[in-house]
């Protein structure tokens, strides 16, 4: 029984580092626990509907004892083709990404994959808001990274350039997303900031 | 090898009417086929970008034989916590559910759940486009239902009415969705009228 990542949950896959697969051990909660928990809270206080998609699993085998009880015998991950966060927010859409890293100094773009950045800029396009939240574990801090600025980052990756985000950037091109006690990765509190 | 629904394939349980267990066979296109090609049609068009959710599943038990090979062994259908498909157009946030029928004289209420209706009515409080589109199988009607309309046919049932919507309301209070060639099921026509 193990999992693909090491953890011992019965969830993602997704939002985690895959440079690092040694873990810290115990760090606490997983930038995705975080999120859940905030966007849990934000839909609580009704003040905005965001949702983590489920991870796509491709399902080939299924025993069917009752409908009540399938149980799904042989599925397989794919890989997600958008991102893994959207919903709803003062009348916007809103999307994005979320990335833990274990580096000191750099984002990887590795984390990306070219048909999130596609899908990002198809929502950039048509008036949604897009960014990625990326934790830096080893420093604790949590950015809210417009996808605008990654798009150029990428676009640099494309033309032979770094194949990452010096952390330095980050702090200066993105915005350290406040931790409340509730809303863990407040990140609502950027885009009141920013968009409206 | 059987799926909870009896179908032969690695994808659904939504959308299928919970009414009618035996099917038609070989009806041709399901509704969710429709849907799905209808918004690849739309994506690649660069019109909208919706995207039907993944079915969420409970994973159990993965064997990880290596990474990129993890096998899920034991899994569950989870019951969505929202509706199936959302994404943006034009500026706006998109979000419904699609329900297919056998009935030719009423939609049971049965087919949307407590906690979708919930979902549906903070989309429709945050500024949302919401609606659910119903196919009458035996007429090949396909209707876009406004989630406004549903919520009253819903607080009927709650306070001890009819626990399903007449069809001829449904032809009354929805819309008539154009089969396109393309777009198979082009229900952004549909909004294009009511809301710009």
Redesign the interface.
Known sequence: ????NGRKK??PLHGSDNQTKSSFSNRGMTLEDDINATNTYY?EM?K??I?K????????????PR?SA?????????Q???TDY????????I?FEAKETKNKTLFPLANIHEHQIK?MQ??V????ICFLIIRFAVYNETYYFPAEKLFSYWNDKLDGGKKSIPYEKIKLDGYLIPFQYQARVDYLAIIDKFYF
């Open positions: 029984m193990n999992y693909p019965s969830i839909l009704n905005a509907i949702h998609k489920p991870t796509p699993v491709q399902i080939v085998k299924v025993n069917y409908r399938a149980v799904i015998t042989e599925g397989y991950f794919k997600a083709s958008t959207n919903g709803l927010y003062r009348e916007r859409y999307d899908h198809s929502i396009n048509h008036g949604g």
